[in-house]
T-cell receptor, first 114, second 113 residues
């Protein structure tokens, strides 16, 4: 079975500050890991993904995440927050075999203040 | 715009009723997934179809059923509705089986009164 834990349901940062959203995973097989973002009244959108290879993954809108196997973590970072980054962020793990379902974390709501 | 279309966007109905949610995947995507998003349960995987065949089943209630048609659109049927079924239902499609890259629609918000 696979699962993800997102630490902190709400994170607030000032505009221009570092964004750090935490995700830890559990998987019995080498995981594929994802970060998705959900803006208000919209569906989820893929930010970035790790499958194999380079452990530092760059995504859209200046976000990046690092896969750390020893820590079973896949934290999402952005050097400088922008007001437009305010949204809910979901970490996900999967898929396994031919079933492509993803297992999502409970989400972290990012608030960006002036 | 993800290219995934869901209808209706909003639906209000009463307990005990039955509703059908419809999803048109992105052009060329063979996989369709249904997820339920609620405040208390978060995002829960319901079911996946690939080219008309059921491929994976998650936390889908027996009162719920789904299918994918030859033109690849999918429908999620919810029956004997209960208050607790009120949620946002997302459809997503994927270009490749096993990629994990999902394209989500904007969801259908179901309110059961």
């Amino acid at each position: 079975a696979q699962s993800v834990t997102q630490l902190g349901s709400h994170v607030s940062v000032s505009e221009g500050a570092l964004v750090l959203l935490r995700c830890n995973y559990s998987s019995s097989v080498p995981p594929y890991l994802f970060w998705y973002v959900q803006y208000p009244n919209q569906g989820l959108q893929l930010l970035l993904k790790y499958t194999t290879g380079a452990t530092l993954v760059k995504g859209i809108n200046g976000f990046e995440a690092e896969f750390k196997k020893s820590e079973t973590s896949f934290h999402l970072t952005k050097p400088s927050a922008h007001m437009s980054d305010a949204a809910e962020y979901f970490c996900a793990v999967g898929p396994t075999g031919t079933a492509s379902k993803l297992t999502f974390g409970t989400g972290t709501r990012l608030q960006v203040t002036l | 715009d993800s290219g995934v279309t869901q209808t209706p966007k909003h639906l209000i109905t009463a307990t005990g009723q039955r509703v059908t949610l419809r999803c048109s995947p992105r052009s060329g995507d063979l996989s369709v997934y249904w997820y339920q998003q609620s405040l208390d349960q978060g995002l829960q995987f319901l079911i996946q179809y690939y080219n008309g065949e059921e491929r994976a089943k998650g936390n889908i209630l027996e009162r719920f059923s789904a299918q994918q048609f030859p033109d690849l659109h999918s429908e999620l049927n919810l029956s004997s509705l209960e208050l607790g079924d009120s949620a946002l239902y997302f459809c997503a499609s994927s270009p490749h089986q096993g990629s994990g890259e999902l394209f989500f629609g904007e969801g259908s918000r179901l309110t059961v009164l």
